[in-house]
């Protein structure tokens, strides 16, 4: 069992930034694919970014491709999300993901087994 803790949400205005990170309590082999996901009110839960733990390799949604950053600490056992000129269409419940197999580009909910308890990102205009 792989368990999630997100932090670093919060309340910023447009253009601004956030970082946020997962924190995984096993050991990364133990979740070789990890994600971001969030959930805006009303609308499903979408797809914002994924890496791969061994080689890195990224993956965005279009939404988000160029303001948005994934990496890792491989020692940390930890992903961030770096967010730059946030907007307030960015505004939602963020939530961190952990695969136990390698997927690429791991752009859906299915292709994850654990997940984070989420945190809000608020972004006023």
């Known amino acids: 069992q792989v368990q999630l803790l997100e932090s670093g949400g919060g309340a910023v205005q447009a253009g601004g930034s956030l970082r946020l990170s997962c924190a995984a309590s096993?050991?990364?082999?133990?979740?070789?694919?990890r994600g971001w996901f969030r959930q805006a009110p009303g609308k499903e839960r979408e797809f914002v970014a994924s890496i791969s733990w061994l080689g890195g390799s990224t993956y965005y949604a279009d939404s988000v491709k160029g303001r948005f950053t994934i990496s890792r600490d491989n020692a940390q056992n930890t992903v961030y999300l770096q967010m730059n000129s946030l907007k307030p269409e960015d505004t939602a419940v963020y939530y961190c993901a952990a695969a136990r197999r390698a997927y690429y580009p791991a752009t859906t909910a299915t292709n994850y087994d654990y997940w984070g308890q989420g945190t809000q990102v608020t972004v006023s205009s």
């Open positions: 096993t050991r990364t082999v133990s979740s070789p694919t």
